[in-house]
Structures are given as C-alpha cells and as structure tokens.
C-alpha cells in the first residue's frame, strides 16, 4: 500500500536503541494521552482534580478519565500487549492512537506521521492504508458475504471490485477460511467469524494492527487456535501489533513487550519475564501471582556467576532458553550447566537455582520497583525505558 | 370536587370577562383575508409557496391515479399482485390479490383506486421529509434530543383537529388531504428510521470508521443496509398512517372511499359501511405486504450470494416483463381503464359485481341490529343507555357545572401529583387557555367522554393484558386479533357503532374504547411479563397464591407501564372521541364537522386549538414521571 501523500512527515526521530525485536524507528510513538470523558474535560489535566480518585472526581466533576498520561512506543514487527483490568483504559487507549475517540491531551506518532495534526482527509488515508483494526465484537457487516467483508477495507480505498475480491480470497487463504468465501457471518462459529475479522484487518496489508481483546468472546479452546493463528500470522508477515488483552497468559504468549494498565494509567511496561520477575507493584505482583514463573523466566534471571575455580565444562544452554526446557538437562548432569550467549558463556546455573525458581512465588519476594537492586541482573538489552510510567 | 358540584353546581360558568369573545369572528375574518391573498393577482410569496405545493400535491395524485389507470384495472392487479409475489412471497401476493377482487366485486373499484393514489402522493410525500429526517435524527445525538420533544407533541395532537387549520391554508382539495396526512405519517416516519439507523449494532459503524470511511461510506454501505428492515417497517407504518387519515380527508375533499364514508354517514348507510369494509380489507392488505417485503428483502437474513444475486435479479426482470405484457395485451384487448360495472358480450350483458346484493345485504343486517326486537338489539340499546345514563351524563355535569376554577384546580393539581411540577404548569395554561377561547363547557363535554371511554379502555385493558401476560396461550390467541385493530384507521373504527348504538355520544366513546384497546393490552402484558422473576420467585417462596403474586408483586411493579398505558390510551380516546363528532357526540368534535360542513371556520378553528389544548392537557395530567429520565 502506498501510504498518503498529505501526511506531513514529522522530523525524524532519534534512533531508538536497538530493540529485541527490529531496529528502526518506531511504528508508534504516543506521549502523554490523556483522555478525560465528560464535561469540561479539557480542563481537568494539570489540575489537582486530575490526582482526585476516580469516585471523587465524577462526584466532584462529572468526568471520568479512561487514559491518564500514557506514553509508549512500539518498534517494527514488535507484538506490543496492554493488558488491564475491565475499565482501566485499553480500548479507550487504543481507540485515541487512530482517534476514533479524540484524546483529550497528547501526541501521537505513527509511522512518522503526527495523528494529531492530520485534517480528516490525513486521518481517512492512515486508516485505510496503515492502520487496521481486529474488534471485541467483530464488527462483521451482517449484510455482506465473508468475501466481502474482507474486501471491506479495500471497497472504501476505491479498489476495483474484481482487483479486491482477488486481494480478498487470497487472504482468507491465509486464514484457512476460502471454503466460507460464500457465507454470510451469522452462519459461521464466534471462531469463524473472528477470523474474517483477522482477514478484513490483514487484507489492506496495514503496516500496524491493532487488537481490542480480539478472543475474549472466543472460549478458550478456540482462543488458543486464534493466538496460534495471529503468532504464525505475525512470523510470516512481521507485522507490527498493539494487541489489548485481559488474559495473562494470551499476553505472555503472544507479547514482546507488555504495558499494564490501572485505572487509565500504565503501572508497568516491560517484557515478559521483567513482569513476573520483578512486578513494580502489588497490582501487578497480584496480575502475575498465578503464572508458573518457570515457564516465562529464562535461564539470564537465575543464572550467577561462576565461583572462582568452578569447573566451567558441562552442559550448555543458550540463556534464553526458559527454565522450564532447562530442566531436562540439569537433571541429567550433577554438576552446573553453562548458560551462553553468543557462544560466550554468561553465567552458571546449577539445580539449586532452578528449584529455588521454582519454589519462588512473587508474592514471597519482596516487591522491587523496576530499575531498583535486588533483583537478578537485568539483561542490558530488554531493559525498556517503561515507557511513560517513569 | 364533588363537594364543590353539589354545594356550587351550575351557580359558576367560565365568566364572559374571562372569555375573548371576537375570537372567532375575528378568525373568521382572517380567513377571509386568507382566501382574499391566495386568490390576489400578484400573491406574496408565502402564498405562492403554499399554492405551489398544493400544485405538486394535486398533481402527483392525479399522476399515481392515471397511472393506475392507464395500467388498466387488469394490469393494475397484475403488478400490484407479481410485485408483491416477487418481493413479499405469496401469501402476501393472495391477500393483495384477494383485496383487489373485492374492491372490485364491491363495485367500489374507482374510489379504491382513487383512495391509493390519494395514499400513495401523501406516503411519497412524507418518506420524502421523514427519511432525511429521520436519517439525521439517527445519526446525530444532538438533532435527535431536539427533535424529539417535537415529534411527542406532535402525535400528541388529533388529526382531526388539524383539517380545519390545513383547510384555511390549502381550501379543500386533495392537496389539503395529502398536507394533512403528511403533518400526520411524518411523525413515526421520522421516528422509526431514527430508531432503526440507531439500532445498527455500533461495532459495524466503528469497523467502519476504523477503516477510514468516509460518513457517506459508513451511511450508505453500513447503516442504511443494515437498518433497511427497519427502515421498510417504517414505509409500513407511513402507509397505515396515511391510509387512516387519507379516509378521515374525505372531508375535506379527498375523493375516494373516505368520500363514501363521510357522504354515506348522512345518507346512505349501507354504502358507508360497504366502503367501510373496504378500506379495512386496504388496511390489511397493505399492511400485509409491506410487512412481508421488509422482513423478505432484509439482506442481513437473505444470504444472497453471487448466484443467488443473480437469480433474482432475472426473477424481478421477468416480473417487470410479465407486468409489462399483461398490461400490453389487456390494453390491446381493449380492457377498461377501471373495473367495469357490468361486462358486455356481443349477445349479453353480465353484472360484473355483487355491489347490489352487499348492499341489500347489510341493509338487511343494520335492520336487524336497528330492530327493537331483535336480539342483538336487546344487548347493545341497554349498554349504550347505561353508559350514557350512569357514565357519561353524570360526569359531564360534574365537569361542566362544577365551579370552573375547582375543575381547574383540581386537574392541574392531578398533574402536578401524578406528573410533576412543569406538566402541571402547562396542563393549567391549557385548560385556562380553553376557558379563554369561550369553548369550556363544550370542552368538559368532550374530557367527560374521553373520561369514561379511557376508563373502560384502561379497566378492560388491564383485565386482558394480565390475562395474556399470565397465560401464553391467550396472548397467541390475541396478537394477530391485536394487529389487525391496530391497523384500522380510526374512522372505521366509528362506523359500526353508529348502527349499533345510535345514542348520541356512544359511537364514538365506544369506538375509542376498541381503538385504544389494543395499546393498552400491549403496555399491560409486557409491563406485567416484565416484572423482575426474582420478586416474582420470592412471594413464591413466601408461599404467596398466584393471585397473591399478582395482585401483590406483579401490578403494583407493572404500574408505570400502566400508567404508560392510561397515557397513550387517552391520547388515542381523544382521537377518537373528536372523530365521532361527525355522527352526533357534540362537543368540541361537532364544532369542527360544522367547521368543516358549513364553512364555519372561525367556530371550526377554535374548537380545533382546544381539542389541542385539551389533549396536551390531559398528556400532561397523565403522562406520570417517565420523561423525566432522558430517553
Ligand atoms: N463514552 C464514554 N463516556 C464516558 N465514560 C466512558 C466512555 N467510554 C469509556 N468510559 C469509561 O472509561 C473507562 C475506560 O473504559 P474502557 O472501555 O477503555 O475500558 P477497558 O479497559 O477497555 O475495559 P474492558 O476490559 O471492559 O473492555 C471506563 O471506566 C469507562 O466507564
Ligand atoms: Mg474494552
């Protein structure tokens, strides 16, 4: 897709430090959104009715924030996760990146562009062209076969209808759907139905899809099926993805990054094993509580350095390797295995280690704010800049 | 209020100082002034305006009429019935079919058609605003909240009281009749697309938007065609609307069966109800097969594939070919341009309907019901005596000759109880504004009847809409009996109880019972089935009786969709109640027939901005605390 000639390229942004994920500059980058609902919502920002609790401020104002100062940036190719509780602000967040709700405060980038200042025609063409939705509900059009819903997108680009039909049936190949082309969506399973919501979002080849809790109306065997589908989907176009969740295990599935949301603002922003390793807070320790930290914790969070004079021969692993998979090989050794990266080993981790990890609830280690001591070494690469929450 | 009717009865009347006297003559004059600018040589623009319209008016149903007959009345059954065949299924095309045959067996095929031309100009005319309108209404929040007070005030009003104003405007013509059935069908034309581009599901709108629609993108791809049934439900209602005031513009010159109706109730009382019957079986028909193509060309149902795009679009081909050829063939074959009265051949002449024996038929019948022997005279004569002797008699003379200002106390402060504080100031004004007008005591005529028919409308209302709530079976039994009232227009309504209780205001205080009937048992049957099943559940479990349940849980929860109900009802009586000024129920109804019927405009236009006052006063006495909370 081309991307609109209107859209006035903003200056060019400092180069991000290398990320786990691609190099470049961002697909987004969002600072300071707010976004306050109700009367006089301009005004509160910047006011102390803005630190007034949520009951306080709707009894004193009327109005209610649902996105409090939230900053973030999302790399090429990068699956970037929000997750939250009901009501703390994702869709509402997500819906203010392509401004289908205005946000009250704030600046947003994507692809190079600014949202912000783009006039209608600006805003139609990074929707038709580089940004592409996947909703809660679906948002089928009852009316229209499945083909045609896919070739949605397209239909409103002015794409010739024989040009998109085409477009539209190769991409629900892609999504394993080309026998249901003919239907109509009330015949198809939620499942199905979601799948042509995948489809209609992949057919305008966007450059970032964004997802509202694409799977929460699936149940979860089916869900499981959805979240294979979007990471294979994800491996063969590389495409880049805000992807709303309130199922932990979906967002440490599928997320890069992940970005916890509380009450319109972001309380942590980090990748998998920083949240359930180090949890800023009692939020987000309690959001973590039940994940089997074995199973997202990799060998770097464990391992320590050699003692002096310890045997440095033994068994490797590669230290991204999760302490889950390191199991089998550290029971099959009696001395320590070596975790290496890039063919230097890095560190040792012997059997004490992985049990303690799998003994370690979060709630027994102490709570530890990011960026503070007393947590394992953090590898120098994955350590984000949180984002906004600092 | 009773203690001031026996202590001060009949000793204060409104007081003259009080009254505008010149009112209608001054009217009157105005009038005149009115006829003197659209008859002037050089009209101002205003006028030219209004004749302006009235030329389009008259022409497009002189257009729709010539049409239907240039198809002549062989072609005008064909395409109405194939159309119908191919868009509604065939059920709906037999009962089409079945409504043109009678039309014509009944000898009344020239007004019938005269009638749906009628229609049709006024339905055209009134999707034309009411679409737009409604579109906007539905997709701007701010133009819905501030259209809508004016919509609830506008179906507030009786239709019957607009013809005279209209008449003044437009002089009596067609073009009157379609005006007036405009202000009438506009209303729920406006509200009903409104409703329906409200109700498409909003994620489709936001995919829309979300990918990069434009507002007519979003319009016409997804919310047009999502609430397109609900859009042809209200080209329905616009019809039914039109059809049942189309028949009440009888009287202000719009031909056809309204005509027949109007003329015949002074002199021909078979011929009125032959035609009354015809416009009941319009009614169903149209009814019917506008119902059926909303529901059957809904695209969110048909699953219309590529294939089965286009197999219909050969099978509406070969419909339109059909029509086209039967049409060519009977004008070739020299068919008339409306149904004929008899058929010739070259030998014989055959009566080609049964006008006559219906005739002699329902003379026969009206003899027997008139008869003072018969039996089903000996049922209706003593209930129609009894209603007015111990009903409506009495509490017309409370009305009327209590003291003026208890009456006016006392229903201002029923306003202010059962409704609040703002319906009680305008309730006053109201009524205060009906003294002023000189017409109080006709007034108290008319709300003594729409009393007694609101409280029977109610009292049987309640009785069967519980019924039906508690039983499953009833409520089946009932609905289609329930469609079929709601779908008759109110003067048809009127006709068979002038026959069968001929005793001055009974028609139409009966009439307005069965008219408003059918709301009530609606509003009653889903407020009662709509009670929470846990309080339900817990007098249960308390060991309440069924009738316990009832009488203790499930009313008392039900009242505000009972009191919802007394609110329309007394709308509806209101309507109703005017109309049967026609046969003789006196009141504010009569000013306006004698408006009407003798030229009387000044008397005809008062009588009409009471019956305005007096039915947003009574609205506002019942409409409770609903309005209160935002819709
Ligand atoms: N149009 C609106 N007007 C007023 N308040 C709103 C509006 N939309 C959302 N809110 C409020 O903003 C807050 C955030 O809503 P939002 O829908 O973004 O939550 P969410 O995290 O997506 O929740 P869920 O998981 O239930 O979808 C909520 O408290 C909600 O009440
Ligand atoms: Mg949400």
Redesign the pocket.
């Known amino acids: 897709m081309t991307d609109s000639d209107g859209i006035a390229a903003v200056e060019t942004i400092e180069q991000v430090p290398a990320a786990g994920v691609s190099n470049g500059e961002p697909v987004v980058r969002a600072e300071g959104i707010w976004k306050v609902?109700?009367p006089g919502a301009d005004k509160i920002i910047g006011t102390p009715d803005a630190e007034l609790s949520r009951s306080d401020l709707q009894r004193k104002t009327g109005c209610?924030i649902?996105v409090r100062d939230v900053s973030l940036e999302i790399k090429p190719g990068e699956v970037f996760v929000v997750m939250?509780l009901?009501?703390?602000?994702?869709?509402?967040l997500v819906r203010t990146l392509i401004r289908l709700i205005e946000p009250t405060a704030g600046n947003i980038t994507i692809t190079g562009r600014d949202v912000m200042q783009a006039d209608t025609g600006q805003l139609r063409e990074l929707r038709r062209h580089t940004v592409s939705m996947v909703f809660q509900h679906f948002g089928l059009l009852a009316h229209r076969r499945v083909i045609d819903n896919v070739a949605f997108g397209l239909e409103i680009q002015g794409m010739p209808k024989a040009e998109r039909l085409a477009r539209a049936s190769e991409v629900l190949t892609l999504v394993g759907l080309e026998d249901a082309a003919n239907q109509f969506p009330d015949q198809l399973s939620g499942g199905m139905q979601q799948r042509v919501g995948l489809a209609r979002a992949f057919a305008v080849d966007p450059k970032l899809m964004l997802y509202d809790?694409p799977f929460s109306a699936l149940d979860p065997l089916i869900r499981r099926d959805m979240q294979d589908e979007v990471c294979r989907l994800q491996i063969e176009t590389g495409k880049t993805m805000l992807f709303i969740t309130?199922d932990l295990p979906e967002a440490l599935r599928l997320g890069d990054r992940i970005a916890i949301m509380r009450d319109g603002a972001i309380v942590q922003l980090g990748t998998p094993e920083e949240l359930v390793g180090s949890p800023a807070d009692d939020y987000v320790a309690n959001f973590v509580r039940d994940i089997p930290r074995t199973h997202v914790l990799t060998l770097r969070w464990i391992m320590r350095d050699p003692k002096p004079g310890e045997e440095t021969g033994g068994p490797e692993l590669d230290v991204t390797t999760k302490v889950n998979d390191a199991v089998p090989m550290a029971a099959a050794t009696d001395g320590p295995v070596r975790a290496v990266e890039n063919g230097r080993c890095v560190g040792i981790v012997d059997r004490l280690s992985i049990l303690q990890a799998m003994a370690d609830r979060p709630e027994e280690t102490e709570p530890s704010a990011p960026g503070q001591g007393g947590r394992p070494r953090t590898p120098a690469d994955r350590s984000s800049p949180a984002g906004g929450s600092s | 209020m009773l203690a001031a009717y026996f202590l001060l009865r009949g000793e204060f009347d409104w007081p003259t100082s009080l009254t505008w006297q010149e009112l209608s003559s001054r009217l009157d004059s105005a009038q005149g002034w009115l006829l003197d600018q659209r008859t002037a040589e050089h009209p101002n623009i205003i006028f030219a305006i209004l004749d302006g319209f009235r030329a389009l008016a008259e022409w497009l149903v002189t257009a729709f009429i010539n049409a239907l007959e240039w198809l002549t009345w062989v072609g005008t059954i064909a395409a109405s019935v194939l159309i119908v065949l191919r868009f509604g299924g065939w059920r709906a095309a037999l009962i089409v079919f079945g409504a043109f045959v009678s039309f014509a067996l009944m000898g009344l095929w020239e007004e019938s058609i005269q009638t749906l031309g009628l229609m049709s100009a006024a339905v055209l005319l009134s999707l034309a605003v009411g679409i737009p309108l409604g579109v906007l209404a539905g997709r701007s929040d701010r133009y819905y909240r501030s259209i809508t007070p004016v919509l609830d005030a506008m179906q507030i009003v009786p239709a019957f009281a607009y013809l005279m104003p209209v008449v003044i405007l437009f002089s009596v013509g067609p073009a009157a009749a379609v005006i007036c059935t405009m202000i009438y069908a506009i209303p729920p034309a406006v509200r009903i697309t409104a409703l329906g581009i409200r109700g498409v599901t909003p994620d489709s709108v936001e995919a829309a938007r979300a990918f990069g629609s434009t507002a007519a993108q979003t319009l016409f791809k997804v919310q047009l065609p999502l609430a397109r049934r609900q859009l042809l439900l209200s080209v329905n209602q616009t019809i039914m609307f039109a059809l049942s005031l189309v028949v009440i513009a009888g009287l202000i010159g719009g031909r056809g069966l309204g005509d027949v109706v109007t003329n015949g109730l002074y002199s021909n009382a078979a011929l009125a109800i032959l035609a009354g019957i015809a416009i009941v079986i319009m009614a169903i028909a149209l009814d019917r097969a506008t119902a059926a193509i909303a529901e059957r060309t809904d695209p969110t149902r048909q699953h219309l594939t590529d294939e089965g795009r286009r197999r219909a679009r050969i099978m509406t081909l070969a419909t339109l070919g059909a029509i086209l050829a039967i049409v060519l063939v009977a004008r070739a074959l020299g068919a008339d341009a409306l149904y004929p009265d008899e058929f010739e051949t070259s030998t014989t002449v055959f009566t080609a309907t049964i006008h006559d024996d219906l005739l002699r038929w329902i003379q026969s019948a009206l003899d027997y019901v008139q008869d003072p022997d018969s039996f089903i005279f000996g049922i209706t004569e003593p209930i129609g005596n009894f209603l007015l002797e111990y009903f409506l008699e009495p509490l017309r003379l409370v009305l009327v000759e209590t003291p003026w200002f208890v009456v006016l106390a006392g229903l201002t402060g029923m306003a202010f109880v059962l409704s609040g504080r703002r319906p009680a100031i305008t309730a006053f004004l109201m009524l205060a504004a009906i003294g002023v007008m000189g017409v109080w005591a006709v007034a108290m005529d008319t709300a003594s009847q729409v009393l007694v028919a609101t409280a029977l409308a109610v009292a049987i209302g309640i009785v069967i809409g519980v019924w039906a709530a508690e039983s499953p079976r009833v409520e089946r039994m009932l609905r289609p009996l329930l469609d079929t009232l709601q779908t008759l227009p109110q003067l048809v309504y009127i006709i068979p109880f002038i026959y069968l209780m001929p005793v001055s205001r009974i028609p139409g205080v009966v009439a307005s019972v069965l008219y408003a009937i059918p709301v009530v048992i609606r509003l009653v049957t889903s407020g009662v089935r709509n009670v929470s099943p846990a309080a339900v559940e817990a007098a249960s479990a308390f060991g309440a009786s069924r009738m316990q349940v009832l009488l203790k849980v499930k009313i008392p929860l039900a009242r505000e969709s009972i009191m919802l109900g007394v609110n329309q009802g007394i709308i509806m009586v209101l309507a109703v109640v005017v109309i049967g000024g026609l046969v003789g129920s006196g009141a504010l109804g009569d000013m306006v027939a004698r408006g009407l019927q003798r030229n009387e405009f000044g008397e005809g236009v008062v009588a009409s901005l009471a019956i305005l006052a007096l039915g947003i006063a009574l609205d506002r006495v019942t409409q409770g605390q609903r309005r209160v909370q935002p819709r």
């Open positions: 609902f109700g209610v649902a939250g009901s009501g703390s602000g994702k869709s509402t809790e309130h």
